[in-house]
């Protein structure tokens, strides 16, 4: 079967869990060669000696994303292992709570920090690679909360519909030059950050939708009741977009903000 990453040099930041672990596997088994970035270490290092284990070419990098001196680092260290990276899947983040009338400053700016500037810096220092190289893909994480409002979450809403603009402007600008930039919004993935977002928000204590604060298992029912399709997404699905995106497959695919819900957004 053909690979749809061969010979690629590729980054994926967030590769410690969730989704972004998901995608550095997936990018390894399409032939790409994976820097896992996160600053939890630990954990990128065990999902790069996952990849290692099955014959795959990983190695883990500790960044914080949202530092700009570790960005440029993460660059340095990429491809003094495997070379020019023409890849780059900028899906770190964090969950973020609180209405606008009383997210703290405190965690607005951390939120931003991460969520919006780190995916700016995910690429800021791969761009001349990418110009040098004739081409790459840049692949943002964003998330359906920035097309549809969600209650209790406005720093985290901010920060992703910032992700899409960036992503519009990126894509205009570096469209010469072969460098194409897409942004990714799952809707529910049932990962660490989906919990931490709910227990923050004390359940559903804080969406106006909804009475009370209840228990994770119910929230995420609550959460697959509005899904058209009848299921949350998992981790593999949003994976699988991401190494489209990345691959030659979507060659004319540019500055897009591809949803990937079950529906969710489209009712
Ligand atoms: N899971 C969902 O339902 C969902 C929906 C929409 C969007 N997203 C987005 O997908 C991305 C991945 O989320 P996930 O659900 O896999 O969460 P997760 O918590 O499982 O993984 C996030 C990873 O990012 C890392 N990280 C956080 N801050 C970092 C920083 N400053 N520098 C480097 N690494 C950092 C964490 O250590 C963690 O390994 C996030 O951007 C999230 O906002 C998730």
């Known amino acids: 079967m053909k690979l749809l990453l061969p010979n690629k040099v590729a980054i994926v930041t967030g590769a410690a869990s969730g989704i972004g672990a998901a ?3 997936r990018f390894a088994r399409e032939g790409a060669k994976v820097a896992c970035v996160d600053f939890n270490l630990d954990g990128a290092t065990e999902v790069a000696n996952m990849i290692r284990s099955v014959g795959g070419e990983a190695v883990a990098i500790k960044t ?11 660059v340095r260290l990429t491809v003094k292992a495997f070379g020019n990276p023409t890849i780059v899947y900028a899906n770190a ?23 919006l500037t780190g995916v700016w810096l995910s690429s800021r220092y791969l761009l001349p690679i990418m110009i040098e190289a004739g081409g790459g893909s840049i692949i943002n994480q964003s998330s359906i909360g920035a097309l549809i409002g969600v209650p209790g979450i406005a720093s985290y809403a901010a920060a992703k519909g910032g992700v ?3 992503t519009k402007q990126m894509s205009v600008e570096y469209g010469p030059q072969n460098i194409r930039v897409n942004a990714i919004c799952p809707g529910t993935v049932p990962t660490p950050l989906v919990e931490q977002t709910y227990r923050e928000r004390g359940g559903f204590a804080a969406d106006k939708r909804s009475e009370g604060a209840v228990g994770f298992q119910e929230i995420l029912d609550r959460s697959r009741a509005r899904v058209p399709m009848g299921r949350l997404g998992t981790v593999d699905e949003i ?6 995106l990345a691959s030659d497959e979507s060659s004319w695919i540019t500055g897009q903000a591809i ?9």
């Open 23 to 25: 995608a550095a596997k």
């Open 64 to 74: 914080d994303v949202s530092n700009e001196d570790d960005a440029r680092e993460m």
């Open 93 to 115: 983040g964090v969950a973020g709570s609180g209405s606008a009338a009383d997210v703290s400053m405190e965690s607005w700016t951390r939120v931003v920090a991460i969520n």
């Open 164 to 166: 899409i603009g960036l």
């Open 239 to 244: 994976a699988a977009l991401a190494a489209f």
């Open 259 to 267: 949803a990937i819900d079950g529906g969710a957004t489209s009712q």
